[in-house]
């Protein structure tokens, strides 16, 4: 268990205890929020404090299922991140917020937008774009507005998952009805063939432009 107290607190880490000892701090708003009839600290700060006892392989998940799920902000994180300077890994967390400002909502769309989607000869995309078709809003991935192209990044669970599949084709035809194309993208290829991904994207944009 993590423990906050202000910084002239005597308490002191025990076994199965980590006390954390806050300049500043008090147990009462807006330091903390009361759940269950609990007072605890605010989502940004539980976040910026577990990244470190973390595995570095789960460092982003809970930072971008709290985004996903609309708890938090990426800005309001890096507020949270401000008051700890000298957090373990506080470089690499850093570095992962623009990526979920920038609308990132996974591993794989952030692997993207650092190694495809991005560099002189491509367009800014726009990423998690809202569409309402025939009465649903659908989030689009990375979606290049004035081509009205969505590629769509498919996840390396999603490959050979016919259900999966059912599901994408019954998200892209309203898309269609819109006209907007879906490409979508394995995990394989985005990975694995990146040049010949990067070549793939022009050429789609390029087609979609009036003259073609």
Known sequence: MHLDVPADSGLRTRPHLV??????????????????????????????????????????????????????TPQRVDAALATVPRLTGWAELRTLLPRLAAGCRSPLEIWGHDHVFTGP??????????????????????????????????????????????????RDAPLATLGILVVRFAHRRLVHETDEVRREILAILASRRPGH
């Not at 929020?33 to 605890?40: A, M, Q, S």
């Not at 367009?123 to 989030?139: C, D, E, G, K, N």
Request: glycine letters at 2%; charged letters at 30%.
């Open 19 to 72: 006390v954390h000892h806050r300049r500043g701090f008090t147990v009462e708003p807006p330091h903390v929020v009361t759940r269950r009839e609990l007072p605890v600290v605010r989502l940004e700060s539980a976040l910026v404090d577990a990244w470190p006892a973390l595995p570095p392989l789960d460092h982003p998940a809970p930072l971008i299922r709290a985004v996903n799920d609309r708890l938090t």
């Open 121 to 170: 000869d491509l367009p800014a995309f726009q990423r998690q774009v809202r569409i309402q078709a025939r009465r649903r809003s659908i989030y689009l991935d990375v979606y290049a507005e004035p081509e009205r192209v969505d590629f769509a990044l498919d996840g390396a669970t999603t490959h050979g998952d016919r259900r999966q599949r059912e599901i994408d084709l019954r």
